[in-house]
């Protein structure tokens, strides 16, 4: 069965980077569109990222988060730069074949990863 499995979450302060990794199986990987979705406490989920052949990114991630893919690991990458305490929450990795801020096209998700960002 097709597995996201996301890593690399944690605390740390403001202003300071973070790695998040999504390493995928049972799907044919480079045929999907692989976004991150994020949810802060008591709100819902938004979109944060997509890449296909392009990439795609929420206002208020751009120019501080990039998202990258290796399809020859399945994975996805999010590096997330000069972190905000409002980047506080879970981070999910979805994988479409859909439109890709779309999360009701998304196909399959990840667990999530807590990011928690100190001031």
């Known amino acids: 069965q097709v597995q996201l499995v996301e890593s690399g979450g944690g605390l740390v302060q403001a202003g300071t980077s973070l790695r998040l990794s999504c390493a995928a199986s049972g799907l044919t990987f480079s045929r999907y569109t692989m976004g991150w979705f994020r949810q802060a406490p008591g709100k819902e989920r938004e979109f944060v990222a997509a890449i296909s052949s392009m990439t795609d990114y929420a206002d208020s991630v751009k120019g501080r988060f990039t998202i990258s893919r290796d399809n020859a690991k399945s994975t996805v990458y999010l590096q997330m730069n000069s972190l905000k305490p409002e980047d506080t929450a879970v981070y999910y990795c979805?994988?479409?074949?859909?439109?890709?801020?779309?999360?009701?096209?998304?196909?399959?998700w990840g667990q999530g990863s807590q990011v928690t960002v100190s001031s």
């Open positions: 979805a994988a479409t074949s859909g439109l890709a801020r779309v999360q009701r096209t998304y196909d399959y």
